[in-house]
């Protein structure tokens, strides 16, 4: 009997995330302007915002003691930070307005070469690049990397950056945002107040500017609040990537496509890996599959260890040492699948949050950056003396602003490309090529409407084919936990909701998926529903459950991984 | 060269980690070993001292000296070394001598080496080793001048009877105000449950592979056997069959003792970290593959239902004797 | 903030919520990093910061660290100076018993549990035999274990309000820690090298075939374990 992970909802409620304030009124936590999320977008807002300050000192008096604080769920910003990554320096470049260089960036250097395959278990064979995907003019960057970057000049900007914070709940009254409501620290696994229980704070704002990310927990709360939601439901790829020290350095950008994912249409599975130069030592490398995979047996993490395995990279690795590992889904839809609107009375969202992803080139980072600087522009206006941010059409003039925007005129463009070349598979004119070389097998995919949870799970003997890790080239997933720098307290709530017990298939495909092995099926038992197991210290926060039929929440502040070099 | 070892007590005897230290000290064949016993009523423990390599022994027994406080017994040692031209003094770890030894190095201006795991003089000098970074590394370690101060790691030696006989000379004692400021209210009172995870010399350690929060029985039953503390995985802690104060592992406690037999345990790098500089680690694991036989000193790929309660009687049998 | 300096504050934070008055001051030696931990100190509940930072101090032994030290503690005249009982980055770092002699006061380590009244303090220390209940006058030093207590979470006001309060930088001058005394010139321990740690030994398998118990027993032996 086919099952979909869509068939166990978890018990969770949107209205769970949306409250009035409780805090008495003198003890919340005024500021000016909240931003949630120390990401690109949430940054370039509060540096754009600063920068904007600096010539409206009354502004700045009336805003208060904290003018902008940004909230920051990782122990510090940069450890929730993850992608490839190929930045366009576009968006950075306007931010700082000529006042910094491209050596003032922490890039790793500037795409010299570039080479796209096709994939088999033994050979590859080159594709040309395609138009999409060129990355002339691009660099080589780490995110969380970028991320500390754009927080020290964020705090040089004014910002009050409060990491291991987590945004709870979204604070909304009489139909407008008022801010959000911290999580609580210091509970037990049970919900107990531990001795040093701390209740989370009413932080309240003129403005509240969501940069949350992947899956942003109030981000999706918002959308289905204040009706925003777009044409298509959001859909998602999960990526997870290593960071190796290498012998030789690589002086290309690689992508590839092909093995080990499985081109035929039932699986699904469309995706592809990448592989870039850090530097002369090091080089990233990562595995991205789209979330709407229909067998039980598919692991991303283990899919990408397989791919250690093939000659072109196992002779990029030889020598080297793993530094790093770590995990994040990408939204996919695209265009389509953005919000009707980007704000709401006193709301702000920008980024990966609503999605704002141009999908065939993998490329999101430039887009944050611009989206936060235009949201920091937007709630420069609102915030002017006769001005009030929550007034219909106050916030009217950031949409218009995207609108008119590169961000905008880019995704429009490949929304034809999506549709050409189908969710998830972003080689764009690759195609062709890739046909070729694939012998016909890779067919255009249609466009995906269903949310990934929708597709009904099939069984293949998939997990035989991973290679048994061997702790020099190949890694098992504990392993890549705590190399994640994953140290997640134990003794608090389980912050993952999921449906349990639930059919074999949803279970198992829920522990395979999941790169950082927070859920397991119990052995034996009855054939048709499991009990799954969580080890929810494992969680690296990826988002991947919510995509395939449970919803992360997040934990207490400062748990989840501590990226680095990702 | 004049080396000094600090000989602690408890009750009426020496203890084995000091002796070890003096033995050591001896086996250099640098110079002149002294040892020094502090105390109330100790006398009668310096002689002993000669059969592990002491030509002489300091007494400095005073009822001020009576209670096992650390200050006081820098100001012996001090004093020791200025008059006597005293110009290496060894200890061995404990809480105790960690805190005279530090306090002695301020009070002399002296170089202090702690965690010595070796020692071997090179020259007219002394050179020391010890580990670092988790075990990952040694270093060596030296002194740029005298008096040299160095504390080795416990367990680190053993005590050498090379027979001789030391001279048992007493020293008066003068203490600092400061020195015994500190006053002892109530001594050593034993805990309820025997030795706390991190004080340990033995563990044993129950994993998921025990089956049941009924199986931890066989765990503190060999523990009890060994004299030693029983501990937990993230695992178990989690599922609730075992309180999180004996959880072991990079989100619990980090633990050294001489001895770790992990039961049902597979071993992932969260629980390594937290055991892995045990001096020995036996593991029970019906899983052949399971991580933890990579690292351990003796590796038993069977059912822990059978092996631990046959192991527990072994114990008691060969302690009994 | 190191896992052990967070018990020691949280102890000093207690006893000022206990008395209802006094001041608790965070110092720290160290390269300007130290100053995040210090201002997480000041999130947590810490009136005031002093940090001694000074390239000068660089490469200090204990000697040198406990020298310079004890001049910015002698010079804030505290009742009570707490550490935490181990430095994450030098295992046995014993930093406290060299403070307690430079400052010339009594001292108690190990301590899982404080009490303080009348112009004294109490500590029960933890030692291999069990543990001691001292008692000394103040001032004095305490170095504290783990097991005293779960450090508090730091609010959002705190966090926001730690910029607010008073933070010193000192340099070594300032102190007048002499150059010769301070840093590598300073030190009287030095390292020489690195090695590889010696190989573990020969990792020995069996499987069960009856007689696994007996086998380990034997091996136990051998290692003079039992």
């Not at chain 3, 340099?171 to 010139?185: P, S």
Request: charge should be negative; proline fraction near 6%.
């Amino acid at each position: 009997m086919a099952v979909r992970p869509a068939d166990y909802p978890p018990p969770f409620d949107v209205a769970e995330v949306i409250a009035a304030p409780s805090d008495p009124p003198d003890e919340r936590i005024d500021v000016g302007l909240l931003i949630v999320g120390a990401g690109p977008a949430g940054l370039a807002c509060a540096i754009r915002f600063g920068q904007l300050l600096e010539d409206a000192p009354e502004l700045a008096e009336r805003l208060g003691d904290v003018p902008v604080a940004v909230v920051e769920k990782g122990k510090q910003p940069g450890s929730h930070l993850l992608s490839g990554a190929v930045v366009n320096p576009r968006a950075l470049r306007r931010l700082f307005r000529g006042r910094k260089r491209l050596e003032d960036l922490p890039f790793y250097g500037p795409v010299e070469a570039e080479s796209v395959y096709f994939l088999t278990p033994k050979s590859k064979t080159r594709i040309p690049a395609p138009p999409t995907m060129r990355n002339h003019g691009n660099h080589v960057a780490s995110l969380s990397q970028l991320g500390r970057f754009l927080a020290e000049e964020a705090e040089s900007a004014g910002a009050t950056i409060l990491p291991e914070t987590a945004a709870d709940r979204l604070l909304v009254e009489g139909g407008r945002v008022l801010g959000i409501r911290t999580g609580d620290k210091g509970r037990g696994r049970n919900g107990e107040e531990l001795p040093n229980f701390e209740p989370g704070s009413d932080l309240v704002a003129r403005v509240t500017v969501l940069a949350e990310g992947t899956q942003g927990h109030l981000t999706g709360a918002a959308i289905e609040q204040f009706g925003l939601e777009g044409e298509n439901p959001q859909v998602w790829a999960l990526g997870v990537k290593e960071v190796w020290r290498v012998a030789a350095p690589l002086r290309r950008v690689i992508h590839t496509m092909g093995w080990p994912l499985r081109a035929g249409a039932r699986y699904r599975e469309f995706g592809g890996s990448f592989c870039y130069p850090m530097g002369d030592d090091m080089v990233t490398l990562g595995m991205v599959v789209g979330l709407d995979y229909r067998d039980v047996e598919l692991s991303p993490h283990d899919v990408l260890q397989e791919l250690k395995t093939h000659p072109l990279f196992r002779r990029i690795l030889r020598g080297g040492e793993r530094l790093a590992w770590g995990a994040k889904t990408i939204p996919e839809g695209g265009f389509l699948s953005l919000p009707k609107r980007l704000h709401a009375p006193g709301l702000l969202l920008c980024g990966d949050g609503p999605g704002l992803v141009n999908v065939p080139a993998l490329k999101g980072i430039h887009y944050a950056i611009e989206s936060g600087a235009l949201a920091a522009e937007t709630a420069f206006a609102a915030l002017q003396p006769g001005q009030t941010p929550w007034t219909p059409g106050a916030l009217d003039s950031y949409d218009e602003a995207l609108r008119d925007s590169f961000v905008w005129s880019d995704l429009q463009e490949v929304r034809n490309m999506r549709q050409a070349f189908g969710k998830g598979f972003w080689l764009g004119g690759a195609l062709a090529g890739a046909m070729t070389a694939s012998k016909g097998r890779f067919p255009p995919k249609p466009l995906g409407t269903e949310p990934d949870a929708v597709q009904t799970l099939i069984r293949t003997k998939r997990a035989r084919r991973y290679p048994q890790p061997d702790g020099i080239l190949t890694f098992d997933k504990l392993s890549s936990v705590y190399a994640s720098g994953n140290k997640t307290r134990d003794d608090q709530p389980s912050h993952i909701r999921i449906a349990n017990p639930v059919a074999r298939d949803v279970g198992e495909a829920w522990a395979r998926m999941c790169p950082a092995q927070v859920y397991e099926v119990a052995d034996g038992r009855s054939a048709n529903e499991v009990t799954v197991q969580v080890t929810p210290s494992n969680c690296v926060q990826c988002g991947a459950i919510t995509a395939k039929g449970g919803r992360l929440t997040p934990p207490e502040g400062g748990s989840g991984p501590e990226y680095t070099l990702t | 060269m004049s080396i000094l070892v600090l000989l602690e007590h408890h009750g009426d005897e020496l203890q084995k980690g000091s002796l070890s230290v003096l033995s050591k000290a001896a086996s250099l064949g640098a110079g002149d070993v002294y040892g020094v016993v502090a105390g109330s009523g100790v006398r009668g423990l310096a002689a002993g001292a000669g059969k592990y390599g002491a030509s002489k022994v300091f007494v400095a027994d005073d009822p001020a000296l009576e209670a096992p406080l650390p200050q006081p017994r820098v100001d012996v040692l001090a004093k020791l070394v200025e008059e006597q031209g005293i110009d290496t003094v060894l200890l061995a770890q404990s809480v105790l001598a960690a805190d005279v030894a530090a306090g002695l190095a301020a009070r002399l201006d002296a170089g202090l080496n702690w965690e010595l795991v070796d020692l071997e003089e090179q020259d007219g000098k002394l050179v020391g080793t010890r580990p670092a970074l988790a075990d990952s590394v040694y270093v060596k370690v030296g002194w740029k001048d005298t008096p040299r101060i160095g504390i080795f790691r416990s367990g680190t030696f053993d005590p050498k009877e090379t027979g001789g006989e030391a001279e048992v000379v007493d020293t008066p004692v003068q203490l600092e105000d400061f020195s015994s400021a500190a006053t002892m209210v109530e001594q050593a009172h034993e805990e309820q449950q025997g030795p706390s995870i991190e004080d340990a010399d033995v563990i044993v350690a129950g994993g998921r592979g025990l089956g049941g929060p009924e199986n931890f029985s066989l765990v503190e039953e060999l523990a009890k056997a060994l004299g030693g503390a029983v501990a937990a995985t993230r695992a178990v802690v989690d599922a609730g069959w075992y309180p999180y104060a004996t959880q072991v592992g990079q989100t619990g406690k980090t633990v050294s003792p001489k001895l770790y037999i992990a039961c049902g345990i597979s071993g992932a790098i969260q629980h390594k970290v937290g055991m892995q500089s045990s001096s020995v680690i036996v593991a029970i694991n019906k899983d052949p593959n399971a991580p933890i036989f990579e690292y351990s000193d003796l590796g038993v790929v069977g059912d822990v239902h059978e092996v631990v309660p046959k192991l527990t009687e072994l114990v008691k049998q060969r302690k009994g004797s | 903030m190191n896992a052990f300096d967070a018990n020691a504050l949280e102890e000093a934070l207690r006893l000022k919520d206990a008395s209802g008055e006094g001041e608790v001051v965070a110092v720290s030696m160290g390269p300007q990093k130290a100053a995040d931990t210090l201002r997480k100190a000041l999130a947590m509940g810490a009136d005031r910061a002093v940090l001694v930072s000074d390239d000068g101090a660089a490469g200090s032994d204990l000697v040198a660290t406990s020298y310079a030290l004890g001049k910015a503690l002698a010079r804030e005249e505290a009742d009570l100076v707490l550490f935490g009982q181990q430095a994450s980055d030098s295992d046995g770092a014993v930093l406290w018993a060299a403070i307690a002699e430079r400052l010339r006061c009594p001292m108690i380590s190990q301590v899982a549990e404080l009490t303080a009244s009348d112009g004294k303090v109490r500590g029960k220390r933890q030692t291999e035999f069990g543990y001691d209940v001292i008692e000394a006058p103040l001032p004095a030093v305490v170095a504290v274990s783990d097991a005293i207590n779960e450090p508090r979470y730091p609010s959002l006001k705190g966090i926001m309000g730690a910029k607010k309060k008073p933070q010193e930088t000192l340099t070594l001058d300032e102190l007048g820690v002499e150059g010769d005394r301070a840093g590598e010139a300073g030190s009287k321990t030095e390292v020489l090298g690195l090695t590889d740690p010696p190989a573990r030994g020969d990792s020995r398998r069996i499987e069960d075939d009856g007689t696994a118990a007996e086998q380990i027993a034997e091996f136990l032996t051998e290692k003079r374990l039992i």
